[in-house]
């Protein structure tokens, strides 16, 4: 007899859409507004994530919006994606700005170092990274 091979099995379907990504906050605007962390970080999951008190989540807010202008525009993604790879896992994500390096030791030092890397992560989140 003849080697009849298997049947072709039908191809998989692709799924109806793409995974749902988080979207970024800078939005249709293009910028977000200097006080956007330090507002963000008075909700009560950052405490969940943080066990840091409101005022000191705020504080971090605070220090981030610092080192941008009045807006803080997508062109400045870089800058806070470079902030959380120090936070998360000590490195640059670019080569360091004096003013992410100076944020970024000071958050390490007045928290630690595994909440810096807690901090660092939920930054990136943010970005929707």
């Known amino acids: 007899m003849q080697n009849i091979p298997p049947p072709i099995q039908p ?3 692709a799924p109806e859409r793409p995974p749902e990504r988080k979207p970024s906050p800078f939005n249709s ?3 977000i507004e200097r006080n956007f962390f330090e507002k963000e970080f008075r909700q009560d999951k950052y405490y969940e994530k943080w066990r840091i008190s409101q005022k000191e989540r705020e504080e971090i807010g605070r220090t981030i919006g610092q080192l941008f202008g009045e807006l803080i525009g997508k062109s400045e993604e870089t800058k806070i994606l470079s902030l959380a790879e120090r936070l998360q896992k000590g490195e640059y994500y670019l080569p ?8 970024a030791d000071e958050i390490i030092k007045k928290y630690g170092r595994e909440k810096a890397q807690v901090i660092g992560k939920t930054l990136k989140e943010l970005l929707g990274k």
């Open 11 to 13: 191809r998989p379907k």
């Open 96 to 103: 360091p700005d004096e003013k992410i390096k100076k944020a």
């Open 29 to 31: 605007k293009g910028y």
